[in-house]
């Protein structure tokens, strides 16, 4: 049997749909209205659940879209900026770029990681971009990498790159330096080359590379079309890789 409140509720419910307007009910039709709300969702609390589950998809799905567009709109500074280092197999059916912080603990995390995903697949092709954001000790381990690499090519920067991802102590010149020369290169040319004009501007592209890309954070990926921003471990890594080759 229906209540007094459920009764009044069908009642609206059947009248035509401008009634349903909460603004154009009367005081009475709004307070039964509300109430029988609100009773329905105390007996139904779960309701609240899944539809917070739809909307937490929604918002996924949006912000999965939004992402799919900025990297269709920057995929020539993503793929193809002419700086950035290359590696793993340059023809590649799958391009995995990520952007990286020295002094990040999840960038550090997610080094070993990405190269085993690299190495055991043996079809990707990975691009690095140098976006120190974590202060001057990233700033300055940045420098010294794509210093490294302008002078000396891909080779040492991959060398570079991996004992800075892996140094627990601060960049300072003298472990810099002391870097260099365990790399065997010349370490002055390396140390003054640090602050020049073309590798600032590298670094000052990759910035507004990722400012246009909304990216606030290290470690982040671009997966060909997909960006994924935040540590993603490597079973995970995996399973985004096979879902691009379908």
Known sequence: MKTPILAAAFALLALPGQALDINAMTD???AIFREEVRAYLLDNPEVIMEAVSVLEQRQAQAEAQRDFTLVSANAADIFEDGFSW??????GDITLVEF????CGYCRRAHDEVKDLITADGNIKIIMKEFPILGEASV??????????QLAGADAYEAAHDALITMRANATEPRLRRLAETLNLDADAVMSHMKSAAVNDEIEK?????QRLQ???????VFDDELVRGYLPLPQMQQVVAAKRG
Do not use: C, M
Request: glycine letters at 8%; zero cysteines; hydrophobic letters at 35%.
């Open 215 to 221: 990216i606030t954070g290290t470690p982040t990926f």
């Open 100 to 103: 990286v912080d020295y002094r």
């Open 206 to 210: 990759t910035r507004e590379l990722a």
């Open 140 to 149: 300055v381990s940045s420098q010294f990498a794509i210093a490294v690499k």
């Open 28 to 30: 009475e039709e709004r």
């Open 86 to 91: 290359v590696g793993g197999n340059p023809d």
